[in-house]
């Protein structure tokens, strides 16, 4: 298996811009994750799907922010518009069940200017 | 609610020394325990886990033994190389099955 992708692996976007960051989970994960990491605030869960379903998202930072996942085998993560306190390292991970190891992806690197 | 705490950093250490990371766990059910990597821009990989107490963990020279009466799930590798610098991060899987809790991450440094 190709493990978790994530695409754009580097984004640069001006503040108000719409950013897309996609995640294709690993065949067979019914779990997805997606996380922000910074210097100053650590490794952030933002929401986690289950069977395609968003079951947490309390981690969303505002309206600024949305998720999809419209099959198993697709998510994205969407800011709009976009901020410069948006800049982050974004993840995505998956797991077969949502209390079993996570796999996680490279990392999408947002700047926004 | 659950949650992990693990040790400030960064820490800095010679090759070769011992290493410890101390990660200390607050859980109301039965929580399976993780240790995660992440090498320099790269994301979290399983280093190695644990599901039940006294289970232990390991993997690349890395042991973790989780202790229900210390609530603890202690890093320690005997000899660590330059290669094993990274960010470790302790992670909790709560035992009801909702939710999955991460540390703060350790910055490790080993230099020559």
């Known amino acids: 298996d190709a493990g978790v992708i994530q695409s754009p692996r580097h984004e640069v976007t001006e503040m108000g811009q719409e950013v897309t960051l996609r995640c294709k989970p690993i065949s067979g994960h019914n779990s997805l994750f997606w996380y922000r990491q910074t210097m100053m605030r650590g490794l952030e869960l933002l929401i986690y799907?289950?069977?395609?379903?968003?079951?947490?998202d309390s981690g969303m930072p505002e309206d600024r922010f949305s998720a999809k996942m419209p099959n198993a085998s697709f998510s994205t993560l969407k800011i709009q518009p976009s901020e410069p306190r948006d800049s982050a390292v974004y993840f995505c991970?998956?797991?077969?069940?949502?209390?079993?190891?996570?796999?996680f992806g490279p990392g999408t690197r947002l700047t926004v200017l | 609610g659950d949650s992990v705490t693990q040790m400030e950093g960064p820490v800095t250490l010679s090759e070769e020394a011992f290493l410890t990371i101390n990660c200390t766990y607050t859980a109301t059910g039965y929580p399976s325990l993780f240790w995660y990597v992440q090498y320099p821009g790269e994301g979290l990989q399983l280093l190695l886990k644990a599901t039940k107490a006294d289970d232990k963990g390991s993997n690349k020279g890395f042991e973790a033994t989780y202790r229900k009466e210390t609530t603890s799930f202690h890093l320690e590798k005997g000899s660590v190389q330059v290669s094993d610098s990274a960010v470790y991060f302790c992670a909790l899987s709560d035992g009801a099955g909702n939710q999955f809790y991460f540390g703060t991450g350790t910055s490790l440094t080993v230099i020559p």
């Open positions: 799907f289950n069977n395609n379903v968003p079951i947490d």
């Open positions: 991970a998956s797991s077969f069940y949502k209390n079993n190891e996570q796999f």
